[in-house]
């Protein structure tokens, strides 16, 4: 397959928008002897087993398993539910809006299940959904995601829908209406697994949730809901070919990490990823997880404090343009956006007559497409004219292969951004406390000192309180 997605950096060069908020030529290529011992760093990394995600693409046996999973369930449901938070979750809805349409539930003729993402444990979210599957539950498959089978969003989802389950359908098997996706030998969830009876797709050993879309935690609801995840895959694999290239000018992953962090070293901190595509917004989701903890750290490799991270930036085209572009374009010169553009949609949509509406003919018969692209060019052009920093990453088409292609392409270059940067791209150490916090509050065994410590220092003070 040859539909390959480009990242065009012009915009973004010092020919553009000037020495000052450009990058130069010159510092790009300073950068590739670095690059190159990057990419031979991840390369020994993944040859010792100790990037795993690397391999993901490659997965055949795990793709045949996953549809032959997806042919055993096919027919049997109408709701899959995943719960799930953080890499558990975000995956799964970002290839459901990409690669299925914004009706694909309300489809009467769709190829799989209504799909539903519960990542949160927000009640009213949880509880709507839960009030309309009541009466469906003989026809809802629930696949339960958590690599550590012990976050508390997750467990307490899990626990809410097997006491309905129970509740609801007391003659029924637990396993025909609860799948798990875990870590395949250790875990909480992996305990309940076993006791259970649960069938159990797996979050492959090593593999962080943010860089697990590509394993059974994403595909296996893609692939229910009628995705072509092989082409996905293939999308990886192709665009692994393209960021093992040594030569930064050539690598697409490394070459955007390389302009990003040239960036940061100027002060721009912000990356703003904004999408002129719907089907494109929640993969901004995804990759914002993916920048934010990967490299948001306090420490570097050496033990040093460095307090570093870019600060990632959803806005959707043309809708943000009416809500962010001001900003973007007047406020601090403090931003690297990048703009997703897809040159052919698949279908159009074309915009009716004008009649003697004078002012609105240059409309009539146009079609929406090229109303969102000129949107696409127009902001471009008036950022870049305020020396307003851009880059663009073009999709000739949103299919299963170019996303594939766009997933890969984002987590490698999250690593090589990890490597310049000089920090564990693949920890989240700050993420714990607040975890730890909530298992205090909610009145964990062990966790009884911390409770008190938390108390007093987060008791409301009435004197602030306006
Ligand atoms: O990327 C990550 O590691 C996190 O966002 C996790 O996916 C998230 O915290 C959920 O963890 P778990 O899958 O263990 O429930």
Not at 1 to 28: F, P, R, W
Not at 120 to 130: A, S
Not at 258 to 263: H, M, N, P, S, T
Request: hydrophobic share 40%; proline share 4%.
């Amino acid at each position: 397959m040859t539909k390959q997605i480009k990242l065009y950096y012009k915009n973004a060069t010092c020919e553009v928008v000037g020495d000052e908020h450009g990058v130069s030529m010159e510092a790009l290529s300073q950068l590739r002897p670095r690059i190159s011992e990057i990419t031979s760093r991840l390369a020994h990394q993944r040859f010792e087993g100790k990037l795993p995600y690397r391999d993901l693409p490659y997965q055949e046996e795990n793709c045949d398993k996953i549809m032959d999973f997806t042919s055993r369930f096919a027919g049997r449901y109408d709701n899959l539910v995943v719960l799930g938070i953080g890499g558990s979750a975000l995956g799964n809805i970002a290839l459901q809006t990409a690669l299925n349409n914004p009706t694909y539930n309300l489809q009467p003729t769709r190829p799989g299940p209504r799909l539903f993402v519960m990542d949160n444990v927000d009640p009213v979210q949880l509880g709507g959904l839960l009030v309309i599957l009541e009466g469906e539950l003989e026809n809802t498959l629930f696949n339960v995601i958590s690599k550590s089978g012990q976050t508390a969003e997750t467990a307490a989802q899990f626990l809410i829908v097997r006491a309905m389950l129970k509740a609801r359908l007391p003659q029924a098997n637990l396993a025909d209406h609860i799948i798990a996706t875990t870590d395949p030998q250790s875990g909480t969830l992996r305990q309940i697994v076993e006791r259970e009876g649960l069938t159990a797709l797996e979050v492959p050993p090593g593999v962080g949730g943010r860089f697990s879309v590509l394993s059974d935690v994403g595909l296996f609801s893609a692939a229910m809901c009628g995705i072509n995840i092989v082409e996905l895959l293939e999308g990886a694999a192709d665009m692994d070919q393209r960021v093992k290239d040594d030569e930064l000018m050539r690598n697409p992953a490394a070459l955007y990490a390389a302009i990003q962090w040239l960036f940061y070293q100027k002060g721009k901190n912000l990356s703003v990823m904004m999408p002129y595509s719907y089907q494109l917004k929640d993969l901004c989701d995804w990759y914002r997880q993916l920048w934010a903890e990967s490299l948001g750290k306090a420490q570097n490799l050496k033990g040093e404090q460095v307090n570093v991270g870019p600060t990632p930036i959803k806005a959707l085209g043309a809708t943000d343009q009416h809500s962010q572009v001001q900003l973007y374009r007047e406020g601090p010169n403090d931003k690297v956006i990048t703009f997703l553009e897809v040159e052919s949609f698949g279908r159009d949509v074309t915009i009716g007559a004008a009649g003697d509406v004078e002012e609105l003919a240059y409309l009539s018969g146009q079609t929406m497409s090229k109303l969102l692209n000129s949107e696409k060019v127009g902001t471009e052009y008036a950022l870049v004219q305020s020396q307003r920093p851009c880059l663009t990453v073009r999709f000739p088409e949103i299919s299963a292969y170019t996303v594939g292609q766009f997933i890969y392409l984002f987590e490698v270059a999250t690593s090589y951004m990890g490597e310049l940067l000089g920090i564990n791209t693949y920890d989240q150490p700050a993420v714990e406390l607040g975890k730890q916090a909530t298992f205090a509050l909610m009145g964990r065994e062990g966790y009884q000192e911390m409770l008190r410590e938390i108390q007093g220092a987060t008791r409301i003070d009435d004197d602030f309180l306006v």
